[in-house]
Structure formats: C-alpha cells, structure tokens
C-alpha cells in the first residue's frame, strides 16, 4: 500500500493531472451536468459541501469520512452539518475516475471541481473559475472539529467575523461567501429563531410563510431563497411576492435583495445588516450581480485553498468514504 503523503498547500497547481488523468474535469462535469439536470437540490447540495469541507481541517475531503467502529463521531455526525448531502454523486464520481485512472485522482479535488461545476451549472456559468488541483485526501475527521470551525446560524455578526476571520476570511468575504444562500434549502431547526424574531428583523408575511411550512412536520426542509418556494404557500402567505417566483432555482445575487428586504431565512444571514462594513458590501452585491459573481468566484477559489494542518499526512483514497487503512 502507498505510504500517506505530506499535504503541502504548495503542491497545488493548474492542470495537476494533465499527466496522469487527461480529461478527468470532463468526467466531474459530466456527472453534475446530469445529477443537476435531474435535481437541481444537489447542485446547491455541493457548493455547501466545498466550505463544509474546507473549513475543517482544510480541504481534505475528510467530510466525506463515513463513521466507523474505530472512529464513529466523523465530521458528516456532527449536528452543523444537517441536511448535508452530495456523497453518493461524490462516489459515483470518484468510481468512473477509478475507473479511469486507479489511485489517482484525491477526493477533494473531486469536492472542489464538483462545487465549481455545480456553481457554474445553477448561475448558467455567470460563476465560473478554474482552481488549481492536487490536493489530498486526509484521514482525520473529528465532529469536533466540524463543531467548533463552522459557523452556526444563530451567530451574532461579531461571531461570523471572528470565525471567518480564524481561516483568513475578511467581512467582505463572508458577504460574498454568504450569498450561496440563493440556492438550496434548510431545516426549520436552523431557523427556529426566526419564527419569532420582529419585523425588523424579518418580513411579517415570510414569517408567516415559514410558520406555516414548518408546521407541517418535525422538521421539515424549506427552499432558502423565497423565490423557489411553491406558489400556493406563497399565494396563501405572501400574496405579494407571487409574481417573483422562478421556475427553478438559480445562483444569483437574488440573496443581497431579499436580505435588505429582510426575507431571508437565516439569522445569520440577517446579522450581516447589523454591522456597517458587512451591510456596505449587501448593498454593493445587491446592486451590481455581476460584481458578485466575479467576486463569489474568487472567494471560492480561495476557499479551495484552505490547506491542511501543518504537519498531517495525505492519500488518494480508494473510497471517499473510507480511509486506505481500512478499506
Ligand atoms: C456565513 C455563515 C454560514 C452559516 C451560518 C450557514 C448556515 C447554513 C445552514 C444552517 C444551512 C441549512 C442546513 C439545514 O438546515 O439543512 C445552510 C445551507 C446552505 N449553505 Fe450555508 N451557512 C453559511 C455559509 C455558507 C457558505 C460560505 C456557503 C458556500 C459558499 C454556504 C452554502 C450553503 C448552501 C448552498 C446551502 C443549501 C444546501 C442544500 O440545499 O443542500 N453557506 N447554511
């Protein structure tokens, strides 16, 4: 069996398996192409799943690390990281890539070109950049560690700048980072707050919007951009908004306009208007969408950066969901 590697952040480049696996990124793009095709949900599903990863010990696919025996609290147990999917696409990917080139491509290089797919495929390629590849795989993943880098969404603004600010991210960049809440969906759990938070804090008839959807299970899922909801729960709620709603979910900066209108779902997501600097940059992004998608690129090619701790060793798995020692 190989020996596991040093991970050096260094070692990334453009074009890392042009050697060793021609084609590969079509091989991504092939698979999200089509998983989005027939469900756009995993789309945003996987541009979440590139900061989940790549806020916790770096990218390092180690989120994918399914529990086990010897190590049952992974990164995926912990609960910041409800309602994350994406791992059987993650898999089906990896097994056509195995198929092509053995033992060569990492599992987070496939997070981070999948989430760059995904982004590029849901803005109709308004987000598009090319980030350098080469990244391991790591064998360490603790919902510890998940708990303690990931912001939740009951922070304070003060809490969001500190933990960005741990990982090197500016107000600007959590902004920017942020307004991936115009895709996908969250639990009621995530947003309970909001439920009775005052109409400063959130438009009385989206409130009504998410009591009424929430009431109708333990904890059921809703869109995050109001704009994907179904019509009649917004006819029935929010008459006013009916004619903004989109045929299907789309990678905008819709989540600027709706967060000054204060019809977002998260806390977090309001707590951006409660600090001068971050409610400069909303305004900035509200007004210019082609700004952010230029600057939301950037971010995520920053993100993609995100090394390893110093000193940890890495592997190509063979399974994303295992490491080599146990498979
Ligand atoms: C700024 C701090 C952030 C907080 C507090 C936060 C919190 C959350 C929460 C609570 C959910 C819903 C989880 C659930 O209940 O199922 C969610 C969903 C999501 N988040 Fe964030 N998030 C943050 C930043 C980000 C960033 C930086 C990105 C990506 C660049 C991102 C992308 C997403 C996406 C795409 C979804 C929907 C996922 C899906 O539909 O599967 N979030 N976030």
Redesign the pocket.
């Known amino acids: 069996m190989a020996a596991p590697l040093a991970a050096e952040a260094s070692s990334l480049k453009l074009g890392y398996y042009k050697k060793t696996c021609r084609g590969w990124e079509n091989v991504v793009k092939y698979h999200v192409a089509k998983a989005i095709k027939a469900n756009r949900?995993v789309g945003?599903?996987l541009?979440?799943l590139?900061?989940h990863d790549c806020?916790v010990r770096g990218c390092d696919a180690s989120v994918l690390l399914d529990p086990t025996p010897w190590n049952p609290h992974t990164e995926k147990t912990a609960p910041i990281n409800?309602?994350?999917?994406?791992f059987e696409l993650i898999d089906e990917i990896k097994a056509a890539l195995e198929e092509r080139c053995p033992g060569t491509v990492s599992c987070s290089d496939i997070v981070v070109f999948a989430a760059r797919d995904a982004s590029s495929l849901l803005s109709n390629g308004h987000v598009h950049f090319d980030p350098p590849a080469g990244r391991l795989d790591g064998t360490v993943s603790l919902a510890a560690d998940a708990q303690r880098d990931?912001?939740?969404?009951t922070?304070t603004i003060g809490e969001?700048i500190r933990?960005?600010r741990r990982k090197n991210f500016t107000i600007e960049e959590?902004v920017i980072?942020?307004g991936?809440?115009a895709?996908?969906?969250?639990?009621c759990?995530?947003?309970r707050g909001r439920l009775t938070a005052p109409p400063s804090q959130i438009v009385p008839e989206y409130r009504n919007l998410l009591s009424a959807k929430c009431a109708a299970g333990p904890d059921p899922?809703v869109p995050?951009n109001v704009r994907d909801e179904n019509p009649a729960a917004v006819a029935a709620s929010f008459p006013s908004f009916v004619k903004k709603l989109r045929k299907f979910s789309f990678l905008d900066n819709s989540y600027y306009h709706n967060n000054q209108a204060r019809i977002v779902t998260?806390n977090?997501d309001w707590q951006l208007l409660t600090e001068k600097e971050a409610r400069g940059h909303v305004k900035e992004y509200a007004d210019n969408g082609t700004l952010w998608d230029e600057d939301?690129s950037e971010?995520?090619v920053k993100?993609s950066k995100l090394p390893m701790p110093p000193h940890s060793k890495g592997e190509i798995r063979k399974h994303c969901r295992v490491v080599n020692d146990h498979y």
């Open positions: 949900g945003a599903a541009v979440r590139i900061f806020f409800i309602g994350l999917a994406g990931l912001p939740d969404s922070f969001l933990n960005f959590l980072l942020s991936a809440h895709v996908g969906v969250g639990h759990s995530s947003f899922v995050n998260f977090s939301f971010a995520l993100l």
